[in-house]
């Protein structure tokens, strides 16, 4: 049984073998080790549908930037989506690139009211 309280910690091929519970998952915060693709990421919103935050730990050989433009764009696809607040560990950030996602999610107008902000090695972005 997965708590709706406590972050949750899974690798995706822990979440693979729990697919079965989807229907019941009421967790709504997420911490991932490791993302591979944009397939991992969706896996995890389908398998827990009612998440609210997600932390991703690393994302394996992938370009923040894209990476971060897919997501919102799925997410602005969905009828019904509960997650506001995603959290990026990246050993390289830095304020230019917080600077450069910032401009981005402006430019192609991916969210509206939203924060994005740097904390050590971390990237949080928080909307409405």
Known sequence: SLSSDD????TVRELCR???????SKTTKVCIEE????????FISVVCPY???CEM???NNMNIEL???IILKEINNRSFCFIRLLCFH????????IENLEKMINYEQLLLQFTIKRISDNIYLQWK
């Open 7 to 10: 972050r949750t910690r899974f």
């Open 57 to 59: 730990k690393r994302l």
């Open 90 to 97: 990246e050993p390289t950030v830095d304020d230019q690139m």
């Open 18 to 24: 729990l697919g079965s519970i989807k229907c019941q």
């Open 67 to 69: 990476f971060l433009r």
């Open 51 to 53: 998440m609210k935050y």
């Open 35 to 42: 993302i591979n693709d944009i397939d991992d990421f969706n």
